[in-house]
């Protein structure tokens, strides 16, 4: 007892040591990942002489949000709005769907091995390769350049990433927790409710941050399959680069624009991706 | 608005005076735009869409021609901008698919052979006739009218761009006495454009060397996609030919050719670092921030290095510049700019409403209508039509317009056209991962007899004899090769 | 907690026929209607000579699949595709598997540094591209211009226009954005290792890495390995950034089997042609993916 005791307090002051190492190290590692932000950023609010200089402006002198006047001015930021419907339904959907699909295969091996497979397998296939014919498939239903249309292509594009991924999490829920809640007189949906849910939550914070991701940046389909009406942000962006003109500061802006969205919700569901975590630390 | 009242005010001066059976014809003195606006009303409250260009291009029909056509016509304009190397796909798509999403196409001239021959435009002839278009169509740049319309023997585009690469360069600096007598008495003649690719190099290097790096001799654009233009141009200077006739075979390796490489990579050291990677937007930058001394580049740079439409926000994004009342307008060194991209108005062949998708782009294109879009200070329309060059309010945008008009009056004369075969971006698009390699240090000779190699399987591949035909009709047109 | 069941009970709970089946139809029926189409359609186009000039319905039976096997620059945008594959995803996995052990405890500001991590992964491919190929610029990036002040004298490095420094370049953007997309699912999933289990292993005097590997990495795998799959199946796809960053250029260095597609199909609208290089595409991916998988369920 005491011995122990001992040990904990000896690695009390070594961890407060190694708190401030990590702390350290952990600054720096920010501080490389970030700069590339930083640099998007300051173009945003460069004017354009300061865009160009030699050698690059760090800090710009001249800095104003002109830019992003413009943007909203000029309704550019429509795509961001198109951005948002699309990613958040195809987002909800997809994990409502995913996470019921990944139940069944974690506790029934639902198909077995192949369905498994067949399901991850349909998210190898390179967005390119098959966007011909979705879009002639989509002619004839009438959904090229609708919300319709890529709502349910980004469903179907995140699908075998949440159902795996949540495979993956329910997996990691003992099972005997489940079972005894069943025996215990529970149905199934309390005990998807009270056990299953619960204790996969970090894992679906991770999973539903990630396909709200996948959906928002997704370019390849939005850009063949939309004209002009459901423009998502990424197709917008690449309209800024013209045969004689690259608008740095457009460009910039509307990455900006496009960025913070995203980040505000992964940095909202990220206080509760780490109570989770600590949850999961405080429990041990 | 404006030309409504005009028919009014000419229809009205005609009946007081009791002249209008003396006139010859009524309609002859009706402008193609004014006929177009006529003919169109038919269809007010319809909607035609055009594919174009996003950014600056678009403005135009966003923001001028889109709104001006609607007020007279009741015709509303949509524009579907897309990024100009996604423009052909997504044309190409539509077709494939028959959707009819684009009525109009605003189509770079290259592609008009490929989108015939896949079924996707609509030939013009019978709407020119019809709408009486023909003599204002005699009035566009000889250049572009005589190779840039026609897909074989029919109309299918009304060239519309007077894109051409003019060499712009630095008067101040070619002008100061210090400066001439010293090149003189160095090089054995007089300090002035470049006629020769030889003397570019001589002046280039002799600035680079007396002013660098504050200021280099010049600054060209490098990047993929837009440096094959360079060398297209380049290379048929130096006599290459770009395939035998006879056997199709690829000649793009020839010693002209390679010629015109080695020039290019001869030249790159006296330009500042880095140019390998410039595109257009920086030597734009540099040209107009006083940093390079000459640059080859499109029209647009010769209205914004000398200050037009520099208050306009459009063009905020322009650095700004200092060498306004500085410029000179030549054409490059061997007198045949490329006449690079362009654009020409096409009709869908997929369109729903083809007459009115003709009406319009009869009247966008004509004398009228053009000559105010090419002054549209964020326009990048160039002037393309004979009328332009010689339009006083053109001439009076700034003090040099009119040396500017006529530079670019000489290059619609002498221009040479971007190639355009059978599945044109394929080669194109093969020549420039070529020509990067060649920047990126390979050797010139290495890099084009790779290139000939891959043309070579590229027309085995589309078929020797069709390609052949194909060829033969580019290279028939005046302004494919010169001479 | 009550007793653990008995086999037969389990089998009870777990064996519901519909109900097993009726959750994850939805999932099917949806990857089947999206699914389904494009690969008829692409099987059917590939034997036919569909080009941009002529829509060629006719039979060409395997010309083809022939005509793929000739083709160097296909062989050369897989063996691209796979370089890259190869390069990015152990770094991204050993430096997010690092960063993850760095936050795992407690530590100041914990919550603000994680999610301002974070921004790279979620920031659009097509915008990392574009940001990295502005840092990269020889005159207007500041990274020839930092690289320059380590080494005392300016460089000049054409990242983009080298075939040399592509790589690195094209390595780094993809690096910077997909370290922290690792970092995450690692942090996840490392603190659902039970703690106290560690704490007793270090108490009996294990190593670090002798814990890492006997207590920690077998809980953490079912999500390391999907995750690592997942990624390893973006980056054979990989197209955004280098779109944004090179468009495969400079020549042919950096064309990925997505770009040398993309270019197939819709430049040159070789539809036939790029149907077979679809097919060929996907068995490829299915031989890899069903390998991989195989070997990992045994493993198991």
Redesign the interface.
């Known amino acids: 007892m005491r011995a122990t005791a001992t040990y904990r307090r000896a690695r009390v002051s070594r961890k407060s040591r190694f708190t401030a190492a990590r702390f350290f190290v952990a600054l720096i590692v920010l501080v490389i990942f970030l700069f590339p932000v930083y640099w998007l950023f300051i173009t945003s609010v460069k004017s354009s002489s300061e865009i160009f200089a030699r050698p690059p402006v760090w800090f710009p002198a001249d800095a104003s949000l002109g830019v992003f006047g413009v943007l909203f001015k000029d309704g550019d930021v429509w795509a961001i709005y198109n951005s948002l419907i699309i990613a958040t339904t195809s987002t909800v959907v997809a994990m409502i769907l995913g996470t019921a699909a990944a139940y069944s295969l974690a506790r029934f091996r639902t198909g077995g091995q192949n369905l498994a497979i067949w399901i991850i397998s349909q998210r190898m296939i390179p967005p390119i390769v098959i966007v011909f014919p979705i879009f002639l498939l989509f002619v004839w239903l009438g959904w090229v350049d609708s919300y319709v249309g890529l709502i349910l292509l980004y469903i179907a594009f995140n699908l075998p990433y949440v159902i795996w991924m949540m495979r993956g999490y329910i997996e990691d829920i003992p099972i005997e927790v489940e079972e005894s809640a069943l025996t215990d007189g529970c149905s199934r949906w309390q005990a998807l409710r009270k056990i299953v849910f619960p204790m996969a939550r970090t894992g679906i914070f991770a999973t539903t941050v990630f396909t709200f991701i996948f959906a928002w940046n997704e370019f390849v389909f939005a850009l063949i399959l939309t004209r002009t009406e459901v423009l998502t942000f990424p197709v917008l962006v690449t309209h800024y680069y013209g045969a004689q003109s690259t608008f740095w500061s457009k460009i910039a802006a509307l990455s900006v624009l496009g960025t913070l969205p995203v980040f505000f919700a992964v940095a909202t569901l990220q206080r509760f991706l780490v109570r989770g975590i600590t949850m999961g630390a405080v429990k041990g | 608005m404006r030309k409504a009242t005009g028919i009014k005010s000419l229809l009205g001066a005609l009946a007081v005076t009791g002249l209008f059976a003396a006139i010859p014809s009524a309609s002859q003195a009706e402008s193609a735009a004014d006929i177009a606006v006529e003919a169109a009303k038919k269809y007010a409250g319809t909607e035609l869409t055009v594919i174009w260009?996003?950014?600056?291009?678009s403005l135009d029909p966003l923001n001028f021609s889109g709104p001006k056509w609607e007020e007279l016509t009741g015709i509303k304009i949509?524009?579907?901008?897309?990024?100009?190397n996604?423009m052909?796909?997504?044309m190409?798509?539509e077709h494939?698919?028959k959707?009819g999403?684009y009525d109009i196409l605003n189509a770079v001239p290259a592609w008009l052979g490929?989108l015939v021959?896949?079924g996707a435009l609509e030939p013009l002839d019978d709407y020119v006739d019809k709408y009486k278009y023909r003599e204002e169509l005699e009035d566009i740049g000889d250049v572009y009218r005589l190779n840039q319309m026609k897909v074989g023997d029919k109309i299918y585009g009304f060239p519309d761009d007077g894109d051409v690469l003019i060499l712009y360069y630095r008067k101040d600096i070619f002008e100061d006495p210090k400066n001439k007598e010293e090149f003189k008495a160095k090089h054995g003649y007089d300090l002035a454009a470049p006629a020769t690719w030889d003397q570019f190099y001589d002046i280039s290097k002799f600035l680079t060397d007396k002013f660098a790096p504050a200021m280099y001799g010049s600054g060209n654009m490098?990047a993929?996609?837009?440096f094959h233009y360079f060398f297209l141009e380049r290379a048929r200077v130096e006599g290459c030919r770009f395939f035998d006739a006879e056997s199709m075979k690829a000649t793009v390796n020839g010693p002209g050719c390679v010629k015109a490489m080695a020039g290019f990579i001869k030249e790159n050291t006296t330009m500042?670092?880095?140019v390998?990677?410039w595109?257009?937007?920086?030597s734009?930058?540099a040209f107009n921030?006083g940093?390079i001394a000459m640059t080859q580049w499109?029209p647009?740079v010769g209205r914004w290095s000398a200050g037009y439409g520099a208050d306009v926000?459009a063009l905020?994004?322009?650095?700004?510049s200092v060498v306004a009342g500085k410029v000179g307008y030549a054409l490059p060194p061997g007198g045949h700019p490329e006449l690079a991209?362009g654009f020409s108005m096409a009709v869908s062949a997929d369109s729903k409403n083809k007459e009115a998708a003709y009406l319009f782009i009869q009247w966008i294109n004509s004398k009228e209508i053009s000559l105010q879009r090419v002054q549209l200070p964020y326009a990048?329309r160039d002037p393309f039509r004979k009328s332009h060059f010689s339009a006083p309010s053109y001439q009076a945008l700034w003090p040099d317009a009119k040396h500017y008009l006529a530079a670019l009056e000489a290059g619609a004369k002498s221009g040479v056209l971007d190639l355009s075969i059978?599945?044109t971006?394929?080669y194109e698009?093969t020549l420039?991962?070529?020509l990067?390699?060649a920047?990126?240090?390979e050797d010139p000779q290495k890099a084009l007899d790779g290139v000939a190699a891959e043309w070579d399987k590229l027309t085995e591949k589309?078929g020797v004899d069709k390609q052949r035909e194909a060829y033969k009709d580019w290279a028939s047109k005046p302004n494919a090769y010169p001479n | 907690m009550t007793a653990a069941l008995g086999a037969g009970q389990r089998a009870n709970l777990f064996a519901d026929r519909h109900f097993k089946w009726l959750v994850i139809a939805p999932s099917i029926v949806v990857l089947l209607a999206i699914g389904l189409y494009p690969l008829i359609y692409t099987a059917i186009v590939s034997f036919q000579q569909i080009t941009m000039a002529e829509e060629n319905t006719a039979w060409a039976g395997f010309d083809n699949y022939g005509a793929l096997f000739t083709d160097g620059r296909l062989w050369l945008s897989i063996a691209h595709t796979f370089i890259i594959l190869a390069i990015a995803l152990p770094i991204e996995f050993v430096l997010g598997l690092l960063m993850a052990q760095l936050f795992l405890e407690r530590m100041p500001l914990k919550q603000v540094f994680v999610a301002l991590l974070i921004i790279p992964t979620v920031i659009s491919p097509i915008v990392a591209g574009s940001t990295w190929r502005l840092m990269f610029d020889q005159q207007y990036g500041p990274i020839n211009q930092i690289i320059g002040w380590l080494s005392g004298d300016p460089v000049i490095i054409l990242w983009l226009a080298r075939p040399e420094w592509v790589y690195p370049a094209i390595l780094i953007c993809e690096v910077w954005q997909w370290t922290p997309f690792m970092f995450l699912i690692l942090l996840a999933a490392l603190s659902n290792v039970d703690r106290s289990l560690i704490e007793a292993a270090e108490i009996d005097g294990a190593s670090f890495w002798k814990t890492f590997f006997k207590i920690v990495l077998p809980v953490i795998k079912p999500v390391v390995v999907i995750a690592l799959l997942i990624r390893a199946l973006d980056l054979f796809r990989i197209f955004d950034i280098i779109w944004a960053m090179t468009k495969g250029g400079p020549g042919t260095a950096t064309e990925t089997i997505s770009i040398y597609t993309y270019t197939r199909a819709f430049r040159e609208f070789e539809t036939s042609y790029a149907g077979a290089i679809a097919f060929l595409v996907i068995v490829l991916l299915s031989v890899i993916v069903i390998l991989a998988l195989k070997r990992v369920e045994i493993a198991k």
């Open positions: 260009e996003a950014g600056l291009q949509k524009v579907v901008e897309s990024q100009v996604e052909f796909p997504k190409m798509q494939r698919a959707t999403a490929d021959r896949a490098r993929r996609g837009l500042p670092p880095g390998e990677q595109g257009a937007i920086e734009l930058a921030a940093q499109w647009p926000e905020s994004w322009v650095p700004k991209a990048l059978i599945n971006f394929a698009d420039s991962a070529g990067q390699a920047l990126g240090g589309v």
